[in-house]
């Protein structure tokens, strides 16, 4: 089938709608060295993974209930450099990144995820966002330029569940007025978090595999159908267009 009887598509946010300009791990290289670091690009990537997975086991969803999502990355970013700046200096860097982070300078649209988004609104369809975030995100999208084309936008942080909890499609459901799952489609970069975690609602789903996605594991319980599977957001909305998608 086309996309017939879908009246909302939601997108996840990082490494499917948009990609960092530079990896992160670039960049909070760049910026450390102006306080006294002087590792390497290597060492920050494995420290900041690690520091990343650690702190979401111990405080999920950026640390909700806990402590406060700026204060969760803090922590990231102190455990990041841990040893290797002057301790004075981890909240001086973390607050510049913590703020950076927030421009279209280190984000863009992914390819083809403006033209997706222009061929789903022409087909009256609503569209929305559905991601493991803070609540940057609204001004992340708005810096980007395409805020205004989102009916809803729905952080892990601001709603309290995070996928791959089904809980927070069921939720996007209701903030759109829908009670029937099969009229929602989800699109994502992660096999568990969205293609599984989606179908899991009830929902439909697409994937479009990022290669950046190393901040956790990919525990993929299954295999998505191939016709669900994308290179890119460019390829998908031309299959949107000539009305070759199947659901």
């Not at 791959?164 to 096999?191: R, T, V, W, Y």
């Not at 293609?195 to 594991?217: D, M």
Request: charged share 25%.
């Amino acid at each position: 089938m086309s996309l017939r009887g879908i009246r909302l598509v939601t997108f996840d946010a990082t490494n499917t709608l948009l990609k960092f300009r530079i990896p992160p791990w670039s960049y909070y290289t760049l910026i450390a060295k102006d306080y006294g670091f002087t590792g390497t690009e290597k060492d920050v990537k494995e420290k900041f993974i690690d520091s990343y997975n650690f702190m979401w086991k111990k405080f999920p969803n950026f640390g909700k209930r806990i402590i406060p999502w700026n204060k969760w990355w803090q922590k990231v970013i102190e455990k990041t450099f841990e040893g290797q700046v002057p301790k004075d200096k981890d909240l001086a860097i973390s607050e510049i990144l913590i703020e950076e982070y927030k421009s279209p300078k280190l984000w863009c649209v992914a390819e083809g995820g403006r033209y997706l988004l222009n061929a789903l609104e022409k087909k009256r369809i609503m569209l929305g966002v559905v991601s493991n975030f803070d609540p940057r995100l609204h001004d992340i999208l708005r810096n980007v330029g395409i805020l205004k084309q989102f009916k809803f936008i729905i952080t892990s942080y601001e709603v309290g569940c995070s996928k791959p909890d089904k809980q927070i499609f069921i939720h996007a459901m209701k903030k759109f007025g829908l009670s029937n799952p099969k009229e929602c489609l989800h699109i994502g970069n992660d096999m568990r978090k969205d293609y599984e975690a989606a179908i899991s609602a009830e929902w439909h789903a697409l994937i479009v595999p990022s290669p950046e996605n190393l901040l956790t594991n990919q525990s993929e319980k299954s295999t998505p159908a191939p016709e669900h599977v994308f290179p890119s957001l460019q390829i998908l909305a031309k299959a949107i267009e000539r009305n070759e998608l199947k659901l």
